[in-house]
């Protein structure tokens, strides 16, 4: 395991339409994050698991927005009736539990809705 | 590569010479910091760390300065390298999640 894998990395989908974004963290890490960025500004948080608990959801993540990590490993970020404004970069992230720790981030899947 | 950060703040410095990058958190209760350098098209990449027990830390090439009572954090580079050139983003822990800041982009001159 050499770090977090998104999938995909570009995903361009028309207005209205479904996605899902895949995200492996590092396999010993309990604790999963997901991030949106947009151009000119840092990554914002949308929702937290440690193991398959969702812990925090930002109110960024509107009711179109779905995150799920059903066996603690690998997780899932759907968006529902895609609209322009969520044109952006969805970045997922892993920590190890214990104190403070890093997050590693992934290379995240860029998202265009035309 | 796509570009990030179009229209961040820009430091320039000529190759060879040392950078200081600044941030401003905003959360006292936060006792975890970590810099994060990004390259385009890329996710953020882990430069070093500071617990909030400490006011300084060193790295290869890095120095990650504290200051708690005016909440101000800086990121200094070394002899600084055209591989350098990112945007570096500043991020505080007070629970589990990281908070980011705007970023800093650094162009290095040949």
């Known amino acids: 395991d050499t770090g977090v894998s998104q999938n995909p990395r570009h995903k361009i989908t028309k207005r209205g339409q479904n996605v899902t974004f895949r995200c492996d963290p590092i396999s010993e890490h309990n604790r999963l994050y997901w991030y949106r960025q947009t151009l000119g500004q840092g990554p914002e948080f949308l929702t937290y698991f440690q193991n398959e608990a969702q812990l925090e959801k930002s109110r960024l993540l509107s009711d179109r927005f779905s995150a799920e990590r059903p066996k603690g490993s690998f997780s899932t970020l759907e968006i529902q009736r895609t609209e322009q404004g969520d044109s952006a970069m969805y970045l997922c992230?892993?920590?190890?539990?214990?104190?403070?720790?890093?997050?590693?981030f992934g290379q995240g899947t860029r998202l265009t809705v035309v | 590569g796509e570009s990030v950060g179009l229209h961040l703040p820009t430091l320039s410095v000529q190759e060879g010479d040392n950078s200081i990058i600044n941030c401003a958190y905003s959360n006292s209760a936060s006792d975890y910091f970590i810099w994060y350098k990004q390259e385009s098209g890329k996710g953020p990449q882990f430069i070093i760390d500071i617990r909030s027990n400490m006011d300084k830390r060193q790295g290869q090439r890095v120095t990650v300065l504290l200051n708690k009572t005016v909440k101000h954090l800086s990121l200094q580079i070394a002899a600084t390298q055209p591989g350098d050139s990112a945007v570096y983003f500043c991020a505080e822990s007070g629970t589990y999640k990281y908070i980011f800041g705007t970023g800093t982009r650094l162009k290095v001159l040949a």
């Open positions: 992230a892993s920590s190890s539990e214990g104190g403070r720790t890093e997050a590693f």
